[in-house]
């Protein structure tokens, strides 16, 4: 799976637009795009997911470049309550099978502020 | 549907002893799995298995065992607990669907072997 790049940290003020940014230069064709937060302590939550196309969801939106290298999480009207560790994660579907393990790195710490 | 539900909610441990930590699924997910999440840390995959009878390492297996004979079960064992395994540990399952990776998480387990 490929390896994916985010920053370590990030500002935000409440009732803006938040813009998580992923890189992922190696991924290949048959491999998602996965987002995940947690919030303080508790289990990570699933957000969205996508392969080529963008997508958007009642929690965010994802933007996936062409080239697929890079993609970005959007939260369009962010509140304290997105305050979290984000997750970008790569995941291919492998063959007939999907074995399913999803490696978490060590995500970016957005931080909503008033 | 009460979803992944994870027990003990709080452990402490004496170096050496040993203990399972619970994880039930009630969605008749085929795919569940384990990680631990130390300090300021992200996650780390221990086990995972793809269905009853199917078990798998993880990025960190050792000192830990894993069965599953039913799908919704999922039991974490430590045979002798160290302190470099004070964690806390989350559960998650998922339907093992290709390009669905939607994980579900429990609220985790925090285990201090003193």
């Known amino acids: 799976d490929a390896k994916t790049t985010q920053p370590p940290s990030m500002d935000c003020a409440e009732g803006r637009a938040a813009n998580l940014p992923c890189n992922h230069s190696t991924i290949s064709g048959n491999e998602y795009v996965y987002w995940y937060r947690q919030i303080h302590s508790q289990g990570p939550q699933y957000i969205i997911h996508g392969l080529k196309n963008n997508e958007t969801n009642e929690m965010a939106s994802l933007i996936i470049t062409e080239d697929r290298k890079s993609s970005t999480l959007i939260l369009p009207h962010a509140t304290l309550r997105d305050t979290a560790v984000y997750y970008c994660?790569?995941?291919?579907?492998?063959?007939?099978?999907?074995?399913?393990?999803?490696?978490f790195g060590q995500g970016t710490t957005l931080q909503v502020k008033p | 549907n009460a979803g992944v539900t994870q027990t003990p909610k709080f452990q402490v441990l004496k170096t050496g002893q040993s203990m399972t930590l619970q994880c039930a699924q009630d969605?008749?997910?085929?795919?569940m799995s384990w990680y631990r999440q130390d300090p300021g840390m992200g996650l780390r995959l221990i086990h995972y298995s793809v269905g009853a009878g199917i078990t798998d390492q993880g990025e960190v297996p050792n000192g830990y065992n894993v069965s599953r004979s039913t799908t919704e079960d999922f039991p974490l064992r430590l045979l002798s607990a160290a302190p470099s395994q004070t964690s806390v540990y989350f559960c998650?399952?998922?339907?093992?669907?290709?390009?669905?990776?939607?994980?579900?998480f429990g609220s985790g387990t925090q285990l201090s072997v003193l």
């Open positions: 998650a399952s998922s339907t093992g669907q290709p390009s669905d990776e939607k994980l579900f």
């Open positions: 994660i790569v995941r291919g579907y492998h063959g007939s099978g999907n074995t399913g393990k999803l490696i």
């Open positions: 969605m008749n997910h085929e795919y």
